[in-house]
């Protein structure tokens, strides 16, 4: 008896419980039917539940990238971004074709950055 009441209670205190712990987004059935065909593997709701809470932060990150750049001019998206709205091996959370649509935006975001970092302000010397 008292072990079944330690496990909860230790369940409880770590957060052992059995249900998955909420997305920091929401994610659309379009976004689900898209990772269902991602690039490297095939994501369920279940999987994307399982996932680690870094890994599930980057595919936020990855789809929330992929809807705003998608259609927009890669320069200017570059303006308004840094390389942290890029979560790493951000092609792991997009399908082949989403990943081509927003592959010159990323790279625009990357090289934007970069300069703006290299570049020092006006104001300082």
């Not at 998955?20 to 659309?28: D, G, H, I, S, V």
């Not at 998206?77 to 990323?106: C, K, V, W």
């Amino acid at each position: 008896m008292w072990g079944t009441k330690a496990f909860a209670l230790a369940a409880l205190c770590f957060g052992f419980g059995a249900e998955a712990l909420a997305l920091p987004c929401t994610l659309t059935e379009a976004d689900y039917g898209a990772l269902a065909n991602a690039t490297e593997q095939s994501y369920t709701k279940a999987d994307v539940e399982a996932l680690d809470p870094k890994d599930q932060e980057a595919l936020c990150k990855a789809r929330k990238f992929y809807r705003e750049a998608r259609g927009k001019d890669p320069r200017a998206f570059a303006r308004t971004h840094t390389r942290n709205d890029i979560p790493a091996r951000m092609s792991r959370f997009l399908t082949p074709q989403e990943y081509g649509e927003i592959r010159s935006a990323m790279n625009e975001v990357i090289v934007e950055d970069t300069v703006r970092k290299a570049t020092p302000s006006r104001g300082r010397k």
